[in-house]
């Protein structure tokens, strides 16, 4: 897909898409983008479904997988102490990321969904 810059209003009403129970794919149509770009939007954002469930702690399934010919590792309890105890102490995801050895998008992305874990378990 082309790449398309979204202005602050635009993210404001995919928020309110998603917050108003609208499917990813729904909202990715609307706005000429991936459903995985919304689902980053709506990550960062903290917007989701009206009635989210709390998402599972713990890894489901095998640690390491293969996904399009790249080798993906999941994280575990104790990378996400690690990662946690690293952003206490003020390290950006760059840092962590070299101190974890993954990427700093991989760091990134994993600190949002820890964030939405810990609002999910705080909201049940």
Do not use: W
Request: some cysteine; charged content about 25%; aromatic content about 4%.
């Amino acid at each position: 897909m082309p790449y398309r810059r979204l202005s602050d209003e635009h993210y404001d009403e995919i928020a309110s898409r998603r917050e108003a129970g609208e499917s990813l794919s729904t909202i990715a149509r609307a706005f000429g983008c991936s459903s995985s770009n919304i689902y980053l939007i709506c990550l960062r954002l903290g917007a989701d479904l009206p009635n989210a469930k709390p998402l599972p702690s713990g890894v489901r399934g095998p640690l390491v997988i293969e996904r399009n010919g790249h080798t993906v590792r999941r994280f575990c309890a104790d990378e996400d102490a690690r990662l946690l105890a690293l952003e206490a102490q003020g390290l950006g995801t760059g840092a962590i990321g070299k101190a974890m050895g993954r990427h700093p998008n991989s760091i990134r992305v994993r600190l949002m969904t820890l964030a939405r874990r810990e609002a999910r378990s705080e909201a049940a």
